[in-house]
Nanobody
């Protein structure tokens, strides 16, 4: 059974930083591309960043380039999202995602609130 568990969200002031973590289980973690999605209050879920199975290939949403860094530690079955210089518009629930056996899996999400 595929499980993704996010953590690390919280309340932060504009310009601050947070690091999110996602632990995966129930699938062979090192073999899969992974992504972070987010959903702002009242908004649609959007992709933020994607990392290849070996951690080399990384793709970012334009509005987070230069501020967010996606990474993974396959030995720990964990993916990370380091978020720096946070802005009000980064507020939302952040989800990790994997496409496994032709099905979409998301975690339960972790909330990030950027507010002064």
């Amino acid at each position: 059974q595929v499980q993704l568990v996010e953590s690390g969200g919280g309340l932060v002031q504009p310009g601050g930083s947070l690091m999110l973590s996602c632990v995966g289980s129930g699938f062979r973690f090192p073999d899969y591309r992974l992504s972070w999605y987010r959903q702002a209050p009242g908004g649609n879920r959007e992709i933020v960043a994607t990392i290849g199975d070996n951690g080399i290939s990384r793709i970012y949403k334009d509005t987070v380039k230069g501020r967010f860094t996606i990474s993974r530690d396959n030995a720990k079955n964990t993916m990370y999202l380091q978020m720096n210089d946070l802005k009000l518009e980064d507020t939302g629930t952040y989800y990790c995602y994997v496409l496994y056996d032709y099905q979409n899996y998301y975690g339960q999400g972790t909330e990030v609130t950027v507010s002064s």
